[in-house]
């Protein structure tokens, strides 16, 4: 995160750490990044908000996917920033913050090109910014952010990252001559924060790039910004055995021992985030080998082909790491699955014990 803060100069920085810390803890997460220079945090759902509320911490936070009958009031009077990307949200957080007697404040997303949520340009963005000011002429919200999100961000020179960049430019304006003061104006992520300092406007908004993992193949490694992955995937091993040739794995007895070998049994299945399609990739470190998945994968456990070796039962497993001593990396199964990092690193289950080194407090 400090190298992160460096980057972006005088940006303030908001830690992404919706869909609990992409994976490896929000409330942790969000600990250490404040304590590393990131003044906002950010999450999707005003629950995952609530609970870094819940945990004690204290800095501004953002939430941004709502759908009707949402928390509004819990999160006004939690003192959480709330995005508005429709006229429904806006007729809903006044009414919550007239019941909760005091203004809700409010980012309004602009939807610049990515055709997911906020207000499109022209008409529909005139309305709800006047109806916006209204609310706040009525104290009922403080307008204090304008924002949006890129749609291709991690493909660097991609024609659309321009397009958005002036949309939003056009559409900030536009409220600032309506009457709107922002705080802040908020448009980059994590690929953007590295690639494109033009976008860095008043706070950037990084996820991906704080757990040292890439934003996109395009951009390069996480090791050419100075970053470093956080998370490692780690079992041991369950079991050992001595098998034919000819033995077929797992269900379905897709993979058929090739000859007399040793076949290793991880602990570990889809339901703790082992991609079910990384059947048949040698992607996993088992005493300090690369081995092949052999066949598939369950939901709780997975068999790995130890090619005639018999590494005492408990030996370290490393599904996935920084990658610092042959061992795969989240961005290694990522391509061995046809997937992005942040699917790997976000899908790691429940039941696997997130133990965190050197925390800071
Ligand atoms: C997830 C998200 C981010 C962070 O994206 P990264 O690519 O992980 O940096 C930023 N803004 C919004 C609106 C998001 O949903």
Not at 22 to 29: K, L, S
Not at 133 to 157: K, M, N, T, W
Not at 258 to 273: F, I, K, M, N, R
Request: net charge negative.
């Amino acid at each position: 995160m400090e190298t992160l803060c460096a980057r972006v100069g005088d940006a303030a920085v908001m830690a992404v750490v919706k869909s609990d810390g992409y994976g490896h803890g929000a409330v942790t997460c969000a600990r250490e990044a404040l304590a590393a220079g990131a003044s906002w945090l950010g999450t999707t759902t005003a629950e995952e908000a609530l609970e870094l509320r819940a945990a004690g911490l204290t800095a501004r936070i953002l939430c941004w996917l709502w759908v009707p009958g949402g928390p509004w009031r819990e999160a006004i009077e939690a003192d959480i920033d709330v995005s508005l990307g429709g006229m429904w949200a806006l007729q809903e957080v006044t009414e919550a913050a007239r019941a909760a007697g005091r203004p809700a404040r409010v980012h309004l997303k602009a939807e610049t090109g990515l055709s997911r949520n906020g207000v499109r340009p022209g008409e529909a963005w005139a309305e709800f910014v006047a109806a916006a000011l209204r609310a706040q002429a009525e104290g009922l919200v403080r307008i204090v952010g304008l924002y949006s999100h890129f749609a291709c961000a991690d493909v660097p020179g991609h024609p659309s990252i321009a397009a958005q960049l002036t949309l939003f430019r056009e559409m900030t304006a536009y409220a600032e001559e309506q009457g709107v003061r922002p705080e802040v104006r908020h448009l980059a992520n994590s690929a953007a924060a590295l690639t494109l300092p033009e976008t860095h406007l008043d706070m950037v908004r990084i996820g991906i790039a704080m757990f040292g993992v890439s934003a996109g193949p395009g951009l390069g490694a996480p090791e050419e910004y100075g970053l470093r992955p956080v998370m490692s995937f780690r079992a041991s091993l369950a079991l050992v055995n001595q098998v034919p040739e000819g033995q077929g794995v797992s269900y379905g007895h897709y993979y058929v021992t090739a000859g007399e070998t040793t076949l290793g049994l991880l602990p570990v299945g889809y339901a703790d985030g082992v991609p079910r399609a990384a059947s048949g990739s040698e992607l996993v470190l088992v005493d300090g080998k690369r081995c092949t998945i052999a066949g598939r994968v369950a939901m709780d456990m997975c068999v790995v082909d130890l090619g005639g070796d018999t590494p005492p039962v408990g030996s370290e497993v490393v599904l996935f790491g920084p990658g610092d001593h042959g061992e795969s990396t989240a961005a290694d199964w990522a391509a061995a699955c046809a997937t992005i990092p942040y699917e790997i690193v976000t899908r790691i289950g429940a039941r696997i014990p997130r133990v965190y080194l050197n925390p800071s407090a």
